[in-house]
């Protein structure tokens, strides 16, 4: 079994109103791929535990652990990571896990990634580690979320540098051209990005959301073999 780690907050960086960028140093954390994820342990006074998963929002630094969380109402460990937690703060860390999940720089294919809401997070993480590893593979984020202010790493997914594309659709308000609504199936479609293309495409968000879009991209032709699909509980956006 992968084992547990001792974590220490170096960092926190405030998202949106209801999310945050944690870096923590992790001795014996190594090897992660961009996609995968990790679990957080809490341990309070009274010695009640309380674990939960979260994506990795960067790869490629051993012994350094980025996540980037939403507060879930009446979360037992969200809240805390979001709202409490400080530089100095220590807390158990167990990954980095799943092995399904994951994109390969070496793989010369166009990427489609679908993002809800906070699913947009091991997304963030291949986009980094495709700019890390300078690869030419073209890039396309589908970001579903209510409103532009709920947008993590607004400034970074602003500019997300050559070869990468960033469609964006609100839910509740207009984004542009396009106005309020759900996800459609023509937000999926772009030059590059067909069926025709084989793309690799990665889809993750609340399982509502998930399931919907996945849908659409095999009404579109995209083969169910090529889409890869994480979620968690949460409503659909």
């Not at 996945?214 to 949460?234: D, K, N, V, Y």
Request: glycine letters at 12%; a negative charge.
């Amino acid at each position: 079994m992968t084992p547990w780690h001792v974590g220490t907050v170096v960092g926190t960086k405030d998202l949106t109103p209801a999310s945050r960028t944690l870096v923590l140093a992790v001795p014996g954390f190594s090897g992660a791929r961009p996609g995968q994820h990790v679990d957080v342990r809490l341990t309070a006074p009274d010695g009640y535990q309380a674990s939960r998963s979260y994506s990795l929002a960067a790869t490629g630094q051993d012994e350094r652990v980025e996540l980037a969380v939403a507060v879930v109402p009446d979360g037992e460990v969200s809240p805390y990571l979001v709202e409490v937690a400080r530089p100095g703060d220590a807390m158990e860390v167990r990954g980095p896990l799943g092995g399904h999940f994951v994109w390969d720089p070496a793989s010369p294919a166009p990427v489609l990634l679908v993002a809800g809401g906070s699913g947009v997070v091991p997304l963030v993480a291949m986009l980094r580690a495709r700019a890390a590893a300078d690869v030419a593979a073209p890039f396309r984020l589908v970001l579903s979320v209510r409103t532009a202010a709920d947008v993590m790493f607004s400034d970074e997914l602003a500019a997300p540098g050559d070869g990468v594309t960033v469609h964006r659709v609100l839910t509740r308000e207009a984004a542009g051209a396009r106005p309020a609504g759900r996800l459609a199936a023509a937000d999926l479609a772009a030059p590059g990005f067909g069926p025709d293309d084989a793309p690799d495409v990665f889809v993750c968000g609340p399982t509502g959301f998930v399931e919907h879009a996945s849908s659409l991209l095999t009404g579109l032709g995209h083969p169910a073999a090529r889409i890869r699909t994480e979620r968690f509980g949460g409503t659909a956006r």
